[in-house]
């Protein structure tokens, strides 16, 4: 069980303890406990009690059910009250803004005890009368409902990658003279799977020691689907299973056997596209021009760690713990931006905290092995306007810009509120350009093709957000962007050292769109990057 997994067990248990109208102090220690643990970085479950004890405001109930968690990966106290409520008004307390106080309402007022009765209510019209809630209300827990029901049983790319990886490694140690591959949505990295998919050659009893109580298969509580194939149709099989339909029926790949994928492609006289390119959004460009793997970026094309938090705002890790884990890792430069002033929600920095943070990055940057650069992330406001005044934002290094609040616009509103903000002299980036988070909340609509175009006219960088619950921009608006000469920068978005670490699921997002190594901006050596510093 990681820090996230014990987290959300806490984050439960406070809204099922207000659900049943506990003690507020009680409540607030165990939400405090799910916010303090999920950022982190250090394993939990590798820590000792006395370790656990001494984590700043942990107190002796915390701790004790942090090592219950951590032992047998039950709680007992979040068990109890799990009994008391119906599983039903437990996934609703999972819905985005359905708070116990709301769930409780739905629950003892309408007699709703699950989601698709919810929905129902709400296709009925039932939640207008009720105190609290109102039309407006309605349709945005109908719109959150839905995209709840669509989004069940399936996984973060994050999630399913490193056990579906370590299961083909343990197959292929105990079959070395089989053939096993992954296939499927994991090959082909998408955002958002439903499963690990392997294809090999081995006997299909093999796998019956993977069959859980339901006699489905799985691997470490995750869903697996074995497909079988024989020796020689083997690579065609993997080529269909790791392609897009359209992808496949475009390129007619289909009745063609080879030694290998490549091999197959060789036979077609076709450039060979590597599994997280075969999208059928990809057809067109790859169709257009001589395709080259090489380009494409990947992990160790990366040079330096843009956007990043520290103690200053949310961050669980110091300046000099940041900057010492980034050197740690092999990279070049890391850059702080931390949250600016009207972030209040997440310790944002008043213009005079700011200040302070600039003469500590001039002193880090005396004794550090890399180079730190000074930033911020500024709020983009209601109007487009950055968060500080010119003066202040002139004395920084990077500037990147991102919405955090005000997320229901239109299109039309959306769209001029980024522009605004992209055409402020100061922006070097625009982060996380629809503020969406997988599984959880939809982006706001926003006019991307006019986004792109002014970056492009103004020389800003587009974010691709590399936390694996944003990987924001959408890899498919990567190629064109490209194509008008804007660049895409892979940054973290790091609230702990743990968290540059997703620099990784960013570059499996950006290269699904084809992004080349050349067009991105912190494959630049601290030399380049310092040149593209000095351009504005």
């Not at 949310?314 to 050197?327: H, P």
Request: charged share 30%.
């Amino acid at each position: 069980m990681n820090n996230k997994d014990i987290a959300r067990k806490f984050n439960l248990l406070a809204k099922l303890m207000e659900l049943n109208g506990e003690n507020s102090f009680k409540i607030r220690s165990y939400s405090s406990a799910y916010n303090s643990l999920r950022k982190f970085p250090d394993p939990l479950s590798q820590m000792s009690e006395e370790e656990i004890a001494a984590l700043p405001g942990i107190g002796k109930a915390i701790q004790s059910k942090i090592m219950e968690l951590v032992s047998t990966g039950e709680m007992a106290m979040l068990q109890e009250y799990l009994d008391l409520t119906p599983p039903g008004i437990v996934e609703m307390l999972m819905i985005k803004g359905l708070g116990p106080k709301k769930v409780d309402k739905l629950w003892k007022e309408l007699e709703i005890e699950s989601p698709g009765e919810l929905l129902y209510a709400c296709n009925e019209n039932r939640l207008v009368d009720l105190k609290g809630f109102g039309q407006k209300t309605q349709a945005s827990i109908k719109e959150q409902i839905e995209y709840h029901l669509s989004s069940r049983d399936k996984f973060h790319y994050a999630t399913l990658e490193q056990p579906a990886r370590q299961l083909v490694e343990q197959l292929q140690e105990d079959f070395p003279n089989e053939l096993v591959e992954l296939t499927g949505e994991i090959a082909r990295r998408c955002q958002i799977v439903n499963q690990i998919e392997i294809l090999s050659t081995i006997d299909p009893d093999v796998f019956e020691q993977y069959k859980n109580e339901e006699d489905e298969y799985e691997y470490e509580g995750f869903p697996v689907f074995f497909i079988e194939a024989e020796e020689e149709s083997f690579w065609q099989v993997l080529l269909e299973t790791s392609s897009d339909e359209k992808y496949l029926d475009h390129f007619e790949l289909e009745g063609i056997e080879g030694e290998s994928e490549e091999d197959i492609y060789e036979k077609l006289e076709l450039d060979f596209h590597p599994a997280f390119l075969r999208e059928k959004e990809n057809i067109d460009w790859l169709s257009g021009r001589p395709f080259d793997e090489s380009l494409i970026v990947t992990d160790e094309d990366i040079k330096g760690v843009v956007h990043n938090h520290s103690t200053y705002s949310d961050g669980v890790n110091t300046l000099a713990e940041m900057a010492q884990e980034t050197e740690k890792l092999g990279y070049e430069y890391l850059v702080i931006t931390d949250h600016s002033q009207s972030a209040f929600y997440a310790n944002g920095l008043k213009e005079d905290r700011l200040l302070d943070q600039l003469e500590e990055i001039a002193e880090l940057n005396k004794i550090s092995g890399i180079r730190i650069y000074s930033g911020i992330e500024s709020d983009i406001l209601f109007n487009g306007d950055l968060d500080y005044p010119d003066e202040i934002l002139g004395k920084l290094d990077v500037i990147v810009a991102s919405v955090h609040s005000v997320l229901k616009m239109d299109v039309e509103k959306a769209t001029t509120r980024l522009i605004k903000a992209i055409e402020n002299p100061y922006t070097r980036i625009l982060g996380h350009p629809t503020g969406r988070l997988l599984l959880s909340r939809k982006g706001y609509p926003v006019d991307f093709a006019k986004v792109i175009d002014a970056c492009a006219a103004n020389n800003v960088v587009i974010e691709m957000n590399a936390n694996p619950y944003r990987l924001d921009m959408d890899w498919r608006y990567i190629n064109k962007a490209m194509e008008k000469g804007v660049m895409i920068s892979i940054n973290p978005d790091a609230h702990s050292i743990a968290g540059i670490r997703d620099i990784h699921y960013g570059v499996c997002a950006a290269s699904k769109g084809g992004l080349t190594a050349d067009m991105c901006l912190n494959t630049k050596d601290l030399q380049a990057f310092d040149a593209w510093i000095a351009e504005k």
